[in-house]
């Protein structure tokens, strides 16, 4: 089940990916940044995991404006080095942890798992029929 503590693992790739960009500059973790990050939020927002950067990229509002350029150019090349603006992008993944930040406060997702006594009795179930 989904909880609002998912935004937690979202923030924590996010991260990782972050410090590989800042050590290698390659675009393809800069996008997985950018891809985790809005993933949460929208998770957050709708209760719904989507992971693909170009439709989260519309449906965020707060996707920064050059990011389907940066898709774009990682599917013109694997891997190499990002032409960005590293301050503008340190900014918008700093702003994106605040949006997730704020969107899991507000979130209508349950604080933990529930359903545990429905799943025990189908175990229970599934075992004495088998």
Wanted: charged share 25%; aromatic share 6%; hydrophobic share 40%.
């Amino acid at each position: 089940m989904l909880t609002s503590h998912h935004a937690h693992h979202y923030r924590g790739f996010a991260g990782t990916q972050w410090r590989l960009f800042e050590r290698n500059g390659e675009l393809k973790p800069l996008l997985y940044t950018f891809r985790v990050l809005l993933t949460g939020i929208h998770l957050m927002r709708a209760g719904e995991v989507r992971a693909h950067l170009p439709t989260l990229a519309g449906e965020v509002p707060e996707a920064p404006a050059y990011l389907p350029e940066l898709i774009d150019a990682k599917a013109e090349r694997e891997h190499g080095g990002a032409d960005v603006d590293h301050d503008r992008v340190r900014d918008d993944v700093e702003r994106l942890h605040g949006v997730l930040d704020a969107a899991q406060a507000a979130s209508g997702l349950p604080d933990a798992p529930g359903g545990h006594d429905a799943l025990h009795d189908l175990l229970v179930r599934v075992r004495l029929e088998g």
